[in-house]
């Protein structure tokens, strides 16, 4: 069949393996010739095959791009996205013609393209620039013996010299800001050499995803179609879990907790959910909205597991930092993430409803921001409390979590772009909606605000070119909207749990 041009561009359709393998090959000559030319006469620097694999140099970590190096990074992404587009299509094509799902495309493209970003931070990986470093450090100072000292900054800052050396971009360390309980995790990871703790934390979060993919096929019938490791590769390709495995950060162990406690939920087990919920409470401005929606919810046995093991970790912090070191931690978190030049995020890069009040107009002062996002935050909590309250629907639970999770991670003041790994939740929920194949299911409306936070470009571009991660809060919003909606569905026959 003759293909024109148009073609390239519409994803229905087929194509020979022969025309696969030779646009892609011309694909390629003339995307990098095309390179080339914008790299030497636009900016001035050489191209060649391997700057595919090392595009820019001397740059230390994602959010430190800026100025001449970011203007050259966005434009080559920019150019990047058509023949992506081209690529995805084809693909799409070529798995139809070997009578393959087409959503398996996603397996080819974005898990190979968070690869290649990972791999070009691999120098700073080295040097101690992710995230990961406050968890090794954290790991360190209670290995010590200094306990009462983990939010010490000058401690702090002493024991990330020892294998961090000196970091131009930091005046300061990169504090440690989660609670006492959860450095504990990290104390066997500080005796390896910082490197290899790196490596094996990550491999851990990648056995924890497994983790989860397994346990949402228990939980979710219809998710059994799919292999565990399809499940695992396809959350790799999610940009949040990506850049969590990147930074070395501990949203993926965040993730396999909320999985755990769905599970026993699922299985009518609320005080046990409510102790895996408690667990997680090492990103408290996430699991505590979650805990009180199932509350309104009128499912409050989840409280009395929540509560029950959360009384533990509290005694448990007492006993590593000191009551003096616990009662002093709320008053360094807040200075901490308010403070850009101490590690706090700038509220650009938070996709929730605190970066989003960044745009409002000039005429709003900063304390008036506040205000607007504070409010806002409590108008969803009540939104989603009112919206989620039980009706009787066949996937009650199911809407419940997912509209829990983007709920908690818009009105968290401080939401990174890993924290959203939690996402997968909602996503395999809606994927296994897709599975079952119900008339309602189908509602194309519903995957619309789904399609920003699925590409890895766009993530890209918005993080390092512009900075404004905040936009990311939009489709956040309208996601929020078509789960509520859902409850309104529920057959009028079904009998929920109402009590």
Known sequence: MKMTFGDWWRPNGTIGRGAYALVGLLGFAFKHNLDRLVATFGFHRPWGLFNYWVPVRDVARITQLGGSEAVFLGTMVAMSLPFIWIGVVLTMKRLRSAGL??????????????????????????????????????????????????????VQYEVQQNYAGHIAFRRGPLPYIH?????????????????????????????????????????????????????????????????????????????????????????????LGGCWLALAAFKFQFIIPIVLLFVIWKRRRVALGFGAVGIVLVLASVGLVGLDGLLQYPKYVLQVVNTTSLGGVPPQLLPNLHGLSMWLPETFSGVARIVVAALSSVALFLFAGWKGRPSGHPRELELQFSLAIVVSGLIAWQTNAHDLSLLVLPLAFTASCYLEGTARALRFGRLLPLLPLMISPLWMALWLVIGKVNLMAIPLLWWTLEISREFSYAPRSAVGRLS
């Open 179 to 271: 609670p006492p309980f959860e450095a504990t995790i990290f104390v066997p990871l500080s005796r390896l050499p910082y490197q290899w703790a790196f490596a094996v934390w990550d491999l851990s979060s990648v056995a924890a995803l497994f983790g989860v993919a397994e346990l949402l096929r228990r939980s979710v019938p219809s998710l059994r179609l799919i292999a565990p490791w399809k499940l695992t590769v396809a959350s790799i390709a999610f940009f949040p879990v990506f850049a969590c495995l990147l930074e070395g950060q501990d949203s993926i162990l965040l993730l396999l907790l909320c999985t755990l406690a769905f599970d026993a939920l699922k299985r009518e087990s609320d005080v």
């Open 101 to 154: 799902p087409t959503h398996l495309v996603a397996l080819f493209f974005l898990p190979f393209l968070n690869l290649l970003f990972f791999l070009h931070f691999r120098e700073g990986i080295k040097l101690g620039h992710p995230d990961f470093t406050v968890f090794y450090t954290a790991g360190t100072i209670l290995r010590q013996g200094l306990g009462h000292q983990l939010y010490n900054k000058k």
